[in-house]
């Protein structure tokens, strides 16, 4: 299915001469700044470059096409996409490959990703949504090959619902779902199973989503022969295209260095994806990458010599310059003028970037130098700190580590010594590194007034007569409250529309709501976490269903590369507070009970972790959530939809608070932590316990990111002194994050008159059937001896050895 050819033909030559140079001084600039970035890093200045040479050419073309409103969702080549649409100075460029950790400098991540990773900001300094239709936007990037991919998925289908969706607010978010959400990736990186994932949910969703793939034939070292059956992507995808019976792909070919083919694919490819709504893959064929993979090595290696002289003749700004020539833009000499111009400004970006990384180190070394030879003239150990001060002037350019290694080394010459120097010194180190650290740490979670934590209890009331429900009917009716009230708000996932999900938590709401609020998706967990991505990305506010704890798994490289990390890396400028809602714990089997927990929590720090005991629980953690501008994982308890519950009366508003423990039982000998299913036998063993005279206090953890803020736990073994965790998670896992939060953060160690204790599963998954749970994960049984061993060890005569 062919498009016509869109060109704007009201447009005099000296106009298209002077576009034509416009584009030309960009792609010269972005090169120039790529083999002076390689230089930067091989002499030290910068840690690390990978660059975007060679892809030049067609991303002017992209940058032609590229509007306001649109979503960029690329890899580490595109520089000079970002500097044609204007959001990427060479200075900012340099300060991005110096780490530069001021916001204003270095735009991008603020010094907190490599160069290469781009993005714009989609708040302001308040956290509140910028106006994104009125700017060319670029979502954060992330190093991991295809991880791009599916977040794309999610920018694309958020025009779609804007378009077809009635009373959806798309203030600053979109008109009309006019909006074209543009992905790129390298051909090696297309054998990625995230983008064949990617490429098919685009294609059954039919979304205004344009793929460009960067094709120079190679994967860092590797050819396309050993990466892409046929060496061709285009070739084996041939499958996807559109016709006029099935809906599809359009996919288009073009060569990387024919300018003006360039120019008119994107144009066509533009118009069909914002028009249509039909996904776009064009195929970038023969392209160069002249500085190899990055400056880890050099391409010499592995490229013959046949291959580098194809590179150099067929190298895109080369037929670009040569293309120009002949077609009489630019004379040769007009040319040499123009790109030694460049390269001095390129130079001067360079030095005035670097300047304005160093010089603010340079004054904080100062105040050190200043503080060290103070402390150095009244210590007997002179001779020592002198030469720390020394070593530290001597470097040409100090980094902070320098500046902090030099003074925390000095203080342990003067540890005996007392002197108003030395208190000047150890609190100016204090100080600093309380001014220095915010720089690489802050921003992991939200600043703005809508962070969770800002968020207070509301209790569920109940009337007196209150109904007694499956716990799944709570979550149903709540959910129902949450998509009247919230227009912006999606439930999608496996079997969550027409049977309302396997545990019947949304059943009729689809029919309430329709297809696009409440969606069934493909088995494709990856691709759902990234819809759920994109789309929060853009101002809706979704809620991404895995079917199982266990299948998280599939997603979890997505939850933790990519949105955990969305505010960090952008230092506050990106968000996307997308809830993920799974189910997991205790049932039946290897696939279907597992609580990876532990690698969980080590994964997703910037994410919220929710762990409802029930259901009420569940919906009070979804209404606070909705009102959040933070991402979470929410686990529902697998056993305990069919579980009696109250009904409230105030669905829909009640607000489980994150990061608040629940005192489930009071009691004085022993506290017992736990959360999720296992609490009903922690519950059941508390109860066994006082038959034989053991008082113990149950604490249900309730969130485990955030955990326990307001320290309730300590308070509760300052009055018991004894602590067992219980936990379904293997060894190690989530007991030992919470004993580590008990001890290390809560320092409850100094109220302990017996040893902390956990209680965890067996180090394998858990073997099928009721008595494959009986002996993976902790029983009632189990509970109740590791308890009563404790207090035998207090007190053997009050309670002799049980067995």
Request: aromatic fraction near 8%; glycine fraction near 8%.
């Amino acid at each position: 299915m062919k498009e016509e050819t869109n060109t704007k033909s009201e447009i005099t030559f000296e106009d298209f001469k002077s576009e034509v140079l416009s584009d030309y001084k960009i792609v010269v600039s972005s090169r120039e700044c790529s083999l002076l970035g390689r230089r930067e890093v091989l002499t030290g200045k910068a840690k690390f470059g990978i660059f975007g040479d060679g892809k030049e050419v067609p991303q002017i073309a992209w940058a032609k096409a590229f509007e306001d409103g649109d979503f960029r969702s690329g890899y580490y080549r595109d520089q000079t996409f970002m500097m044609a649409i204007g959001a990427l100075t060479m200075e900012q460029f340099f300060a991005g490959l110096y780490a530069n950790t001021d916001l204003k400098e270095e735009p991008m991540s603020a010094g907190r990703q490599m160069g290469g990773h781009f993005a714009t900001h989609s708040l302001d300094e308040n956290g509140e949504w910028k106006d994104l239709t009125k700017q060319k936007n670029s979502s954060a990037d992330i190093s991991p090959t295809a991880g791009q991919m599916p977040r794309l998925l999610g920018l694309a289908q958020a025009s779609k619902l804007y378009r077809n969706l009635k009373n959806i607010n798309s203030d600053k978010f979109s008109v009309n779902g006019n909006e074209v959400a543009w992905g790129t990736i390298g051909n090696a990186s297309t054998s990625e199973g995230l983008f064949f994932e990617t490429i098919n949910a685009a294609g059954v969703l039919q979304v205004p989503m344009v793929t460009s793939v960067w094709d120079d034939e190679y994967g860092i070292s590797v050819h396309a022969k050993h990466q892409t059956t046929k060496e061709n992507i285009s070739e084996i995808l041939k499958g996807f295209q559109r016709d006029e019976e099935h809906k599809g792909f359009e996919i288009m070919r073009v060569k990387g260095w024919n300018y003006p083919e360039l120019i008119d694919t994107y144009q066509r490819a533009a118009k069909l994806a914002r028009k249509e709504h039909v996904p776009v893959l064009i195929h970038v064929q023969e392209l160069t990458q002249p500085q190899g993979h990055s400056t880890s090595g050099s391409h010499e290696r592995y490229k013959n010599k046949e291959r580098l002289e194809w590179e150099t003749e067929f190298d895109c700004n080369a037929q670009m310059r040569h293309w120009m020539i002949n077609n009489n833009i630019a004379t040769n000499e007009e040319l040499d003028a123009l790109e030694k111009t460049i390269k001095k400004e390129v130079r001067d970006a360079k030095k005035a970037a670097w300047n304005a990384f160093i010089n603010p180190l340079l004054k904080e070394r100062e105040k050190a130098l200043y503080l060290l030879k103070a402390i150095a003239a009244k210590s007997p150990n002179k001779v020592f700190i002198d030469k720390l001060a020394n070593d530290l002037s001597s470097i040409a350019e100090p980094l902070r580590k320098d500046i902090l290694y030099a003074t925390r080394k000095a203080l342990r010459y003067v540890i005996g010594e007392s002197s108003t120097e030395k208190e000047q010194l150890s609190s100016w180190i204090k100080n600093y590194i309380n001014t220095v650290q915010p720089y690489y740490s802050s921003h992991l979670y939200s600043h703005s007034q809508k962070a969770a934590i800002h968020q207070n209890e509301v209790l569920p009331t109940y009337d007196s007569d209150a109904e007694e429900v499956d716990g799944r009917m709570v979550l149903r009716d709540n959910f129902d409250a949450i998509f009247n009230n919230y227009p912006n708000s999606i439930i999608f996932g496996e079997d969550t529309g027409f049977i309302g999900d396997v545990n019947q938590g949304l059943v009729g709401l689809q029919e309430k709501y329709g297809e696009m609020r409440v969606a069934d998706t493909g088995i494709r967990e990856a691709t759902i976490l990234g819809q759920g991505i994109g789309l929060a990305m853009r101002g809706l506010r979704p809620i991404a269903e895995i079917q199982y704890l266990d299948y998280v798994m599939y997603a979890l490289q997505l939850m933790s590369d990519d949105l955990a990390t969305v505010h960090y890396r952008t230092k506050g400028r990106q968000k996307a507070p997308l809830i993920v809602r799974t189910r997991g714990h205790r049932l039946e089997g290897i696939w279907h009970s597992g609580s990876q927990m532990g690698g969980i929590l080590n994964l997703v720090r910037g994410m919220h972790v929710l762990v409802p005991r029930n259901m009420t629980k569940a919906a009070g953690f979804y209404n606070t959530l909705m009102v959040c501008d933070e991402p979470a994982l929410v686990v529902e308890c697998l056993n305990g939809y069919r579980l009696k519950e109250k009904m409230p009366n105030n669905i829909g508003s009640f607000k489980t608070p994150l990061g608040v423990v629940e005192t489930m039982v009071e009691g004085t000998d022993i506290t017992l932590v736990s959360y999720g299913s296992t609490l009903r036998l922690v519950e059941q063993a508390a109860k066994e316990l006082l038959e034989v005279g053991i008082s113990a206090e149950v604490i249900d953890v309730q969130s485990l990111l955030p955990f326990d803020l307001k320290h309730d736990i300590v308070k509760s073994i300052e009055k018991t002194s004894r602590v067992l965790v219980i936990d379904e998670d293997v060894e190690g896992g989530a007991s030992a994050y919470i004993l580590n939060q008990i001890l290390n953060k809560q320092n409850a160690y100094q109220y302990l008159d017996s040893a902390p204790k956990t209680l965890a599963s067996k180090p394998h998954r858990p073997a099928y059937g009721s008595d494959g749970d009986y002996f993976s994960k902790p029983s009632t049984e189990d509970i109740f001896e590791n308890v009563y061993q404790i207090m035998h060890e207090v007190d053997p005569n009050d309670f002799p050895k049980l067995r």
